[in-house]
């Protein structure tokens, strides 16, 4: 039915924080991503779930984000220790299978004050 | 590792003005190519995407992209240019659809 939704839209939290940010994607698809945009800057790949389970994380930047989707659904990504340099926007994608076109969701601001 | 240079950050054209947005890109085997619009409060939408085969692709809106492997380019056109193309646009390279590497955007300004 609906879109990617990503939820909050926006975050705004103070360094050292732990932040959560969801994404529903779109009912049915197996495959799901997470990308990071900073301002100026077109989407970084971070991580990409088939079903249940990661099948590329190389795209994390250490060992603060963290992503889960345990039920082969929802995806959370988690911040650890939010620095400033965290702040970007967080999108989500997903898409019918790992071959199929990938369908983003409107993104979560973070900002880290 | 594949890469993508979008080599203009802002363009500004009149409505009804043709468009060309350029994009080149690094990789060592035969690439995915996209083309992607961002708008405001939007998620990113493909516009058109090369795999193989003929090497002018159409996509929606009236978008069309030309793959010139001998330039390592893959711009992206439109004839007649309407106000609700201002937007960012993102080209983007891969291996596959799981795959895509993306350029730091052109944003599109369109004037009356």
């Known amino acids: 039915g609906a879109g990617v939704s990503q939820t909050p839209s926006n975050k705004v939290t103070e360094k050292g924080k732990y932040v959560e940010l969801r994404c529903d994607p779109i009912?049915?698809?197996?495959?799901l991503y997470w990308y990071r945009q900073s301002l100026g800057q077109g989407p970084e790949f971070l991580i990409y779930?088939?079903?249940?389970?990661?099948?590329?994380d190389s795209g994390l930047p250490n060992d603060r984000f963290f992503a889960v989707r345990p039920e082969g659904s929802v995806s959370t990504l988690k911040i650890q220790r939010t620095e400033r340099g965290d702040s970007a926007v967080y999108l989500c994608?997903?898409?019918?299978?790992?071959?199929?076109?990938?369908?983003f969701g409107p993104g979560t601001r973070l900002t880290v004050l | 590792a594949q890469s993508v240079t979008q080599p203009d950050i802002h363009i500004t054209v009149s409505e009804g003005a043709s468009l060309e947005l350029r994009c080149n890109y690094s990789?060592?085997?035969?690439?995915?190519l996209f083309w992607y619009v961002q708008s405001p409060g939007q998620g990113l939408q493909l516009l058109l995407k090369?795999?193989?085969?003929?090497?002018l692709v159409q996509g929606i809106k009236g978008f069309e992209a030309e793959f010139k492997r001998s330039q390592s380019s893959f711009n992206l056109r439109k004839p007649s240019v309407h106000w609700s193309d201002a937007a960012e646009y993102f080209c983007?390279?891969?291996?596959?659809?799981?795959?895509?590497?993306f350029g730091a955007g052109t944003r599109l300004t369109v004037k009356p």
């Open positions: 994608a997903s898409s019918q299978s790992y071959q199929d076109e990938q369908f």
């Open positions: 009912s049915g698809h197996t495959a």
């Open positions: 779930f088939q079903g249940t389970g990661a099948a590329d």
């Open positions: 990789y060592g085997a035969t690439p995915y």
């Open positions: 090369y795999f193989s085969g003929d090497t």
């Open positions: 983007a390279v891969g291996a596959g659809n799981n795959d895509m590497r």
